[in-house]
């Protein structure tokens, strides 16, 4: 339409009604768009509401209106935790502290150098459990924070996808000098010519909403969808890497501080000898060479005792970066042996079912799958509707003049020729599921591996307990006896230092195999997706018991 100059109001105020009249068609135009799709003939086809978060089942029954404001996000390792574990109310070292607001006025700390990403550690009083710590590190740990925002992050690419149903408005505004000037005949100067140099405001409003697009638009919600499932199987591996590292440093430090009191145990015996053959040395029943030795076998079990210090030390320090708590005093080691499948193929059944780094692969390789379907999708004409309001607005003080159009079509687009860009994405992404395909394949066959060797770890640390027990046994009643034949002048210092070692053998081969069996068994824990869950519940009535026998 058209208004000429004799039907304006007044051309020389501010925009006129027909600006006005543009502005309000352009409302008008995006409530009526957020529904127009079930106006057209290819209602059912698709839908411009939001669909559902499932992948593979749009929700058909959401109204055409404005989603509900989004809720701030959740605490992802706390919902990752409490989904694995179970919500645990009895249990505070479960929640993550939340430190208090500074009140107004209070001069505030800068600790932008020493913060970690959640708030200050609590520092465990008494003896700590191996639930606690676990609990500890998994909600103080940076690299578990990392994955939790990995987390956040795919699900907003789930709304970015999803944006791609609801309508798209776009507004434009211009203003600035116009010339316009009409001539007539073929000489110069012209017979008859005119123009005019206005001033000039223009408008508009285009409103897009796609009716149509062979389920492109859907395949990518599922793919973003699916994106979100595999990285909240990532943040769930990383828990339990992260419970599993600190389950090992909580059993290696009780390893190595079982060691070290039988190495001080052997050093004990060793100095108890070398007073012995100092003390005959002077009655002149000994040599200095004797005198030597022992001092020589003092030296190699000092040395052996600086080696497991060293060890113990670098675990504690471990342990207190993962749980940001000194392991001052620790409680029992668990003895889950009852908690794990009674053969190697039940667990594998379980790995394949509940692991998190198989369930993150089958995810992402699922996601490559509906990504393929949107790229062959994309290929296909897309049909859209299109409203466009636009007003020019011409101000000059001779004469002024509006023109307001507006249009409402139904568009097709489609893309005829691109170089064969869609091809050879298409073969990329083919490629890309072939080694998710193989990587997976890889994954279990090894998951198979390390729970067969598991099983056999156990079993052979069990059958050396029960043949090193009688040696512990037998290595202890030959030391003790080597001792009171030396005294009367029976054995040699050979024969009772051999003897004396070959107790610490013994007894520490007796420790390793122990913790050994235990280490197994959490690992087996770990690959069947239950080590999370099994560390935050109850502990077993029976542990690991080494403390006894280390003394003896």
Excluded at 138 to 164: H, L, Q
Excluded at 282 to 306: N, Y
Aim: glycine letters at 6%.
């Amino acid at each position: 339409m058209r208004r000429t100059p004799e039907t304006l109001a007044d051309t020389k105020g501010p925009l006129t009604s027909g600006w006005m009249s543009a502005v309000f068609l352009g409302l008008f135009s995006t409530l009526l768009a957020g529904c127009m799709h079930t106006k057209t003939p290819f209602e059912g086809l698709t839908s411009a509401c939001p669909a559902s978060e499932t992948p593979g089942k749009p929700d058909a029954t959401v109204a055409c209106e404005n989603p509900a404001p989004t809720p701030p996000p959740p605490d992802e390792i706390q919902a990752v935790f409490d989904n694995s574990v179970g919500p645990q109310p009895d249990k505070a070292a479960l929640r993550t502290p939340v430190p208090e607001a500074p009140a107004r006025g209070a001069k505030v700390e800068d600790r932008s150098s020493t913060t970690v990403p959640r708030s200050a550690p609590v520092v465990h009083n008494g003896t700590l459990k191996l639930a606690d710590a676990v609990a500890y590190g998994v909600m103080t740990y940076p690299e578990i924070r990392v994955s939790e925002e990995r987390v956040r992050e795919a699900k907003a690419a789930i709304d970015i996808s999803k944006a791609g149903l609801y309508p798209s408005a776009d507004l434009r505004l211009a203003g600035g000098q116009n010339f316009s000037g009409s001539y007539q005949g073929k000489a110069v100067p012209y017979a008859t010519a005119t123009s005019n140099i206005d001033k000039r405001f223009d408008g508009g409003l285009i409103l897009r909403q796609l009716a149509y697009d062979f389920g492109a638009t859907h395949a990518d919600i599922d793919r973003a969808s699916y994106l979100r499932d595999a990285e909240r199987h990532k943040l769930q591996e990383k828990i339990d890497e992260i419970a599993a590292k600190i389950a090992l440093l909580f059993i290696r430090i009780h390893e190595q501080r079982a060691l070290l009191r039988l190495v001080d145990d052997t050093l004990a015996s060793h100095q108890n000898l070398l007073g012995i053959v100092m003390a005959q040395e002077k009655e002149g029943q000994g040599t200095t060479a004797d005198v030597s030795r022992v001092k020589s076998r003092l030296v190699d079990v000092g040395a052996i005792r600086a080696d497991i210090s060293l060890q113990l030390m670098a675990a504690e320090d471990q342990f207190e970066r993962l749980t940001r708590n000194r392991p001052t005093k620790l409680g029992d080691v668990p003895n889950y042996r009852t908690r794990i499948p009674f053969t190697p193929d039940m667990a594998i059944e379980k790995v394949l079912a509940k692991n998190p780094r198989l369930a993150s692969m089958e995810a992402t390789r699922k996601s490559a799958e509906k990504e393929l379907e949107s790229q062959r999708a994309n290929q296909l004409p897309r049909f859209g509707i299109e409203i466009d309001t636009e007003s020019k607005n011409y101000r000059n003080p001779r004469v002024g003049r509006t023109e307001i159009e507006g249009r409402a079509l139904l568009a097709m687009r489609f893309r005829i020729f691109d170089g064969g860009l869609a091809e050879a994405t298409e073969r990329q992404i083919e490629a890309r599921i072939k080694g998710n395909e193989l990587s997976l394949l890889n994954e279990r066959e090894q998951f198979e591996a390390d729970i067969r060797q598991a099983y056999r770890a156990i079993e052979s640390a069990n059958r050396k307990m029960r043949l090193i027990a009688d040696g512990v046994n037998s290595a202890r009643s030959v030391r003790e006896l080597y001792l009171e034949q030396f005294k009367a002048g029976k054995r040699t210092i050979f024969e009772l230092l051999d003897g004396q070692m070959a107790y610490y053998t013994s007894r520490r081969a007796q420790i390793e195999s122990q913790f050994d069996a235990v280490r197994a068994v959490y690992d087996i824990l770990r690959a069947t997706g239950d080590l999370t869950r099994t560390l935050a519940q109850a502990e077993p009535a029976s542990t690991v018991k080494i403390d006894k026998a280390a003394k003896k």
